[in-house]
């Protein structure tokens, strides 16, 4: 077999997937979106310090704003000097 000249497949090409437009994620789509294990996502749940999850039933979701807010770097204080 000869090698292909084509472009390496983005599954190779170490890009970050754009994140599917839907309102809720499971906690395995979540931990992926954010960059981690599923484990390490559940210690934080535990830990009280994840993203907010809905529950219906038995199913556990992540919905998109809060794993966006938690995601996201926590805003900067401003010094605010007296005068």
């Not at 437009?21 to 996502?41: H, N, Q, V």
């Amino acid at each position: 077999m000869t090698p292909s000249s084509t472009s390496i497949p983005a599954i190779l090409s170490h890009e970050t997937p754009p994140a599917p437009s839907r309102a809720a994620f499971s906690l395995s789509e979540a931990a992926e979106l954010a960059g981690c294990s599923l484990s390490f996502l559940y210690a934080r749940l535990a830990a009280g310090d994840g993203p907010a999850i809905r529950k219906i039933g038995r199913r556990v979701f992540v919905p998109r704003q809060a794993l966006d807010e938690w995601l996201s770097p926590p805003a900067s204080k401003t010094n605010v000097q007296a005068a």
